[in-house]
């Protein structure tokens, strides 16, 4: 069972699978919050079930799986339904964090979460990591990597915390802007170094 929980996170567009992946290759275990985001959802769930009985059937695909895009869109410009949808899924999502992060069985664990401060996940964890990168840089990474428009990303820039806000909870910080791969990898080996030594392993 890991004794330390490290949280990490960061804006859209920051670099957080690459920092993710680099601590998987050290054999850390990841648990994390979209992928069980995901999974609450599935098909045939009872959230989806509900989501469906309160949304209407179109939201459900052809295939039986959740029309995320059409869902996406309908929250961004209702907050009442915004509010619903957070009060359904929020519960589910932190019982299963907190479900994985109890069977991890590396010296610490990574629990990833572009939320983690706005969804309340802060009490899941032990260390907060922040991945950070300018505003300027979110918006051309993310543009290249989903195609998206500008104020599409904006619009995803505004629902989150301020960069600011962010750092001001960071007990540690990876600087990822305009920074090589094998430049990540040094810096995630000495906070793999650096929460061995928390947990009393080395």
Request: hydrophobic share 50%; charged share 20%; net charge negative.
């Amino acid at each position: 069972m890991s004794t330390l929980i490290i949280g990490l996170t960061g804006g859209i567009g920051s670099g957080k699978t690459t920092v993710t992946d680099c601590f998987k290759q050290l054999g850390i275990d990841i648990i994390d919050a979209d992928i069980i985001a995901r999974e609450v959802v599935a098909i045939n769930s009872p959230a989806l079930k509900a989501i469906a009985k309160h949304f209407g059937d179109d939201y459900i695909l052809a295939d039986g799986q959740l029309n995320r895009v059409l869902l996406r869109s309908r929250i961004f410009a209702h907050e009442a339904d915004k509010h619903w949808l957070n009060n359904l899924l929020h519960p589910l999502i932190h019982d299963e964090l907190a479900r994985q992060t109890a069977q991890a069985s590396s010296a610490y664990c990574i629990l990833v979460a572009p939320l983690l401060i706005e969804n309340n996940l802060l009490v899941l964890v032990d260390r907060v990591l922040v991945i950070d990168v300018s505003e300027a840089t979110q918006i051309a990474r993310t543009i290249q990597r989903d195609n998206t428009s500008l104020a599409q990303v904006e619009a995803i820039l505004a629902s989150q915390i301020t960069r600011t806000e962010r750092l001001a909870v960071a007990d540690d910080i990876i600087n990822n802007d305009n920074i090589s791969l094998a430049a990540v990898e040094d810096l995630v080996l000495l906070l793999d170094k650096k929460y061995l030594t928390l947990t009393k392993v080395v």
